[in-house]
């Protein structure tokens, strides 16, 4: 995909501006991996675990009224895992901390998935397939 370096700068950003965030992932909705900055975690794994989520999630909210899916948060003894919708077709998916500030997280994944979802609908790549 075209938007690779684009999105790639994203996530450095991201990690940069949320202290104790560990690494970040973009993929598609159906597993495939865009673009990832994480170290001692295997992208294209979770890329598929992600998928895997995505469509419990999809099916949860749905389920219960809640419209489209947003975003997801697991929290395990050593930190948080959170997926985030990023356009139609991609997902942010980030590794924080235990000490993370949760709100933080929230507000800073939440407007780079904004900005990951408008470079990946808008490449070129993808206008084609759709």
Do not use: K
Not at 5 to 13: H, I, Q
Not at 80 to 106: F, S
Request: net charge negative; hydrophobic share 40%.
């Amino acid at each position: 995909m075209t938007v690779q370096p684009e999105v790639l700068a994203e996530l450095r950003s991201l990690r940069a501006r949320v202290p104790h965030l560990t690494g970040g992932l973009v993929a598609s909705t159906d597993g495939m991996v865009i673009a990832h900055d994480t170290s001692g975690i295997e992208p294209d794994g979770v890329a598929a675990l992600t998928a895997a989520v995505l469509g419990v999630g999809t099916r949860l909210t749905d389920a219960t009224g809640q419209g489209g899916f947003r975003e997801l948060m697991a929290r395990g003894e050593l930190g948080y895992v959170a997926t985030y919708a990023a356009g139609r077709t991609a997902t942010l998916t980030v590794v924080a901390g235990p000490d993370t500030n949760v709100g933080r997280l929230h507000l800073e994944a939440r407007r780079s998935s904004g900005r990951i979802g408008d470079l990946v609908d808008g490449a070129p790549d993808h206008q084609e397939q759709t």
